[in-house]
């Protein structure tokens, strides 16, 4: 098992930047792959992103690719989203998940672990 905990979300201008990151305890990190995913109000959960176990593939939702990227420090057990160019349909509440392995790439409900969310919310 293992316990997630997201953070970095916040309010930012469209075209601009935030980091977030999610913390993970109770497990053995590096033997999860890890996903992203946001939710808007009355919309369903949205994949974002996914890397691998050691990092080394990635998979991105098509309304994020080439501004998000997704990376991972398994020393400091935590998984990373960087966002670049927001925008304000952007604007959601952002959850990490983590995977044994199994799961189907871009499908939420086939995540074993998920995190608190954070709200990241985008101006235009």
């Known amino acids: 098992q293992v316990q997630l905990v997201e953070s970095g979300g916040g309010l930012v201008q469209a075209g601009g930047s935030l980091r977030l990151s999610c913390a993970a305890s109770?497990?053995?990190?590096?033997?999860?792959?890890m996903g992203w995913f946001r939710q808007a109000p009355g919309k369903a959960r949205e994949f974002v992103a996914r890397?691998?176990?050691?990092?080394?593939?990635?998979y991105y939702g098509d309304s994020v690719k080439g501004r998000f990227t997704i990376s991972r420090d398994n020393a400091k057990n935590t998984v990373y989203l960087q966002m670049n160019s927001l925008k304000p349909e952007d604007t959601a509440v952002y959850y990490c998940?983590?995977?044994?392995?199994?799961?189907?790439?871009?499908?939420?409900?086939?995540?074993?672990?998920w995190g608190q969310g954070t709200q990241v919310t985008v101006s235009s």
């Open positions: 109770g497990g053995t990190f590096s033997s999860y792959a």
């Open positions: 998940a983590a995977d044994d392995g199994i799961a189907i790439v871009r499908t939420a409900n086939s995540y074993d672990y």
């Open positions: 890397i691998s176990k050691s990092g080394g593939t990635k």
